[in-house]
């Protein structure tokens, strides 16, 4: 669902504008994430409980494709002009970091 959501989020933010763009997918990813957290465990509703959190992933993923993309383009187009390549290696840096820390927090528990 990434790269669908890079595509439709891609053609949004040309149409309606990074910002606005970029709220609209972290409202959806946050939104998905409290879905995903309320749902029945599967003692409570079975099958249906694996489809709804099937569901809220592909959700989370099609808005993750429109948040880095945007992200990104978001950064570039309003870093200070000697500082572009800088600002965006530390956000992209910055998606490696929260995975490396979510893999410390598996391990350690």
């Known amino acids: 669902m990434r790269p669908v959501g890079a595509l439709v989020f891609g053609h949004i933010g040309d149409k309606w504008g990074?910002?606005?763009t970029?709220?609209?997918?972290l409202v959806i990813m946050g939104?998905?994430?409290v879905v995903m957290g309320s749902?029945?465990?599967y003692a409570q509703?079975?099958?249906l409980s694996t489809?709804?959190?099937f569901i809220t992933r592909l959700i989370q993923g099609f808005s993750i494709?429109?948040?880095i993309g945007g992200m990104a383009t978001y950064i570039v187009e309003n870093a200070p002009a000697g500082k572009r390549a800088y600002y965006t290696s530390i956000a992209s840096g910055m998606i490696t970091a929260g995975l490396f820390l979510a893999t410390l927090t598996i391990?350690?528990?």
């Open 51 to 53: 489809i709804g959190l």
């Open 65 to 67: 494709g429109g948040e």
């Open 18 to 20: 990074r910002k606005t």
């Open 31 to 33: 939104v998905a994430t």
């Open 107 to 109: 391990y350690s528990t």
């Open 22 to 25: 970029f709220f609209l997918v």
């Open 45 to 47: 509703a079975g099958v």
């Open 39 to 41: 749902l029945p465990t």
